[in-house]
C-alpha cells in the first residue's frame, strides 16, 4: 500500500475596510512557526468535531482573532499545493470580508489595519490571496452593492460614493452616481437627514437588502 499522507486544511480571510479614505485589509502577527512574527492573513485550522463547514471555521476565527461578527463574508477560492506551507502539502479556503472599520477591534501589536497598497512581506502565498480578493470587490463591485459593506447600517449619498471610489480605486462622476444609484431601486430613504459636507443636510438613506446586484455599472472615471 503507498503511503498516504494528509493534507493540512485551513482557512483563511481577506478582510478588507475603509480606514482614513484607504482601503485596508486585516494582518495579525504569527504568534507560532512558521514564519512566527511576520504579517499574515488571519486564518487558522478547520476543527473536525466543531466546524459544520468552511464557513463556520473562518466566521469563528474572525470572532476569536479579530473580535468581529455579522460581516459581510463569501469564499474567493481554493489555494493547494506541496509548496505554499513548509510543514507540507496544504489546502487553504479563502474567504472574502467586508467591514466597516468602526466594528474591528484591533489589538495593537498583535494585529493591523494596512494598505493594500504597502503590504509588507507575507508568508506562504498570502500575497496573491489579498491580490485575488482586491480584483474581486472591484470586479463584483462595479455592478453590485458590495461596497456599500463598508458603511454603516445608514450613509449619506456622499458617505456612499465615496466608498464606491475607494473600493474600486477610480473616481466616479458625482451626478451621474448619484442619478444611477437613486434610479436602481437599491436604496431607501429613512426620512432622516445630517450634515454633509457642505454643511448642508444631506439625506440618510439604508440598503433595501444587504448585496444586491444591479443591470449595468455604476459609472466611470471622472477623469
Known sequence: MPNEMTAISTVDAVV?????????VLLHCRPVQPYEGSWAL???F????????????IRRIL???AGVTGLYLEQLATYSGPDRDPRGWSISIAHLALVPG?????????????SIDDLPKLPFDHGKIIKDAVARLRGKGAYSTLPASFLGKNFTLTEMQSAYETALGTRV???SFRRKVL???????????????NRRPAKVYRLTKAVGTFDRTLGHSAG
Open 42 to 44: 488571519p486564518g487558522g
Open 16 to 24: 478588507l475596510s475603509i480606514l482614513e479614505g484607504e482601503l485596508k
Open 173 to 175: 462622476d458625482s451626478s
Open 46 to 57: 478547520i476543527r473536525v468535531d466543531e466546524d459544520a463547514d468552511a464557513e463556520s471555521a
Open 102 to 114: 468602526a466594528k474591528l477591534a484591533i489589538d495593537e501589536g498583535k494585529a493591523a489595519l494596512v
Open 63 to 65: 470572532k476569536d482573532k
Open 183 to 197: 434610479s436602481l431601486g437599491i436604496l431607501t430613504d429613512t426620512g432622516r437627514s445630517r450634515q454633509g459636507d
